[in-house]
């Protein structure tokens, strides 16, 4: 398990923002957007899953994908902050459509008090594996009686160039993301998203509808990627009371589902 260290800086703060499209009037004033730190963990997800995906005896497969991702934010970072993160393997999983390895990332203060914790799920398409390991990772099914409980839709604009903005504060330079022809050559008809941006921009608009725009409320937030999304056509993220303070959420772009099962959790006070 490796150990990485940094400090939450200021600029990034409001970097992460505006490639995020959050216009979130509390950034300025110390508040640091709750998706943050999946710009910073990149990194630490890389060097996790290379000897993970190393030491599982899988056969098969056809490349890996970003499949689900899930945060919880613990206790609040305030801009100047040191923090460290560590990234470690905690599961395993044979599923229908392959191989889930999924790595736990946790993002700490300078005496070690987690602040953020990120389960970070990879399938490895097609992919079979003879021995699961670890625990299951946290669920967040979308309730089917959530159905029947809408909350609204919240709409967020997706900018041509928001693949590069995200690229630039995350250090997430994918091809497809940054590159035509690249994404062509992938079967795409053009440049997608990275995962993670298009889960910050589904998170501004959950904030918006479910929160009044206060992100300090948010507590968690997971979903499931299941299309690329593309620049410049917007999103529309649509809730549904799932109890308890909890919205279920899905995220939509020109009539297609890109996230799934989403899950949002809310402070009640």
Known sequence: MTEFRGRVDEDAVIAFARATNDPGDLYADGVVPPLFTTAVVHGAFGAAIRPMTASVAMQGGAGSVHAEHDIRLLRPMVPGM?????????????????????????????????????????????????????????????????????????????????????????????????????????????????????????????????????ARRLRRFAGRFSAPARPGRDLAVELYDAGEGAVAFEAWQDGVAVIKHGRAELALD
């Not at 009686?145 to 604009?157: C, D, M, V, Y």
């Not at 997430?172 to 994404?183: C, K, L, M, T, V």
Request: glycine share 10%; charged share 25%; aromatic share 6%.
């Open 82 to 214: 040191p923090i460290r993160w560590e990234a470690a393997p905690y599961s395993v999983r044979q599923t229908a459509a392959g191989v889930m390895l999924v790595i736990r990332i946790v993002v700490s203060d300078e005496a070690g008090l987690p602040l953020v914790e990120h389960y970070w799920s990879s399938l490895t398409i097609g992919a079979t594996v003879d021995t699961e390991s670890g625990a299951d990772k946290p669920d967040h099914a979308f309730p089917a009686s959530a159905r029947s409980r809408p909350i609204g839709t919240g709409r967020i604009s997706v900018d041509r160039d928001q693949s590069f903005r995200y690229g630039g504060v995350s250090g997430d330079r994918n091809g497809h993301a940054i590159d035509d022809e690249i994404a062509r050559s992938e079967g795409f008809p053009g440049k997608i998203l990275q995962g993670l941006c298009t889960f910050a921009l589904a998170s501004v608009a959950v904030v918006d509808v479910a929160a009044e725009g206060d």
